[in-house]
């Protein structure tokens, strides 16, 4: 995938997360942000491996964000907190599936527009 795109779209996920987090609030600002989270992580996974196949890069994505949710049933030094949280909430990893499926839909859609794109070298 080339990485202009997907540096793009990883721009516009923290502008969506800032967007949501500023205009709306409560359970939606937060479970919105948590699967936006995740949306960010598959897309650096993607820009730092472009060749990724999309259900591999959801699943990383996923798995890190999962990782991220149950480690904070230990403590988290204070100054990761702003960016890993301090509170485990086990409804965080439905939505970080939900962001990780998400992102690998579009993905998937992305390469096949390209794949269309390109003549066939038959």
Excluded: C
Aim: positive net charge; without cysteine; glycine residues 8%.
């Amino acid at each position: 995938m080339p990485r202009p795109p997907v540096l793009l779209a990883a721009v516009l996920t923290v502008a969506a997360g800032l967007g949501v987090r500023a205009l709306t609030g409560g359970a939606f600002a937060k479970y919105a942000g948590d699967a936006l989270y995740t949306v960010l992580i598959y897309a650096l996974v993607v820009l730092a491996a472009p060749r990724v196949r999309p259900v591999m890069a959801a699943l990383v994505a996923a798995g890190l964000s999962w990782v991220i949710e149950f480690a904070q049933l230990a403590e988290i030094p204070p100054v990761l907190r702003p960016v890993l949280g301090s509170t485990f909430n086990p409804p965080d990893l439905l939505w970080y599936a939900l962001g990780a499926a998400a992102a690998w839909a579009v993905h998937a859609y992305a390469l096949g527009r390209i794949h269309q794109d390109r003549p066939d070298r038959g």
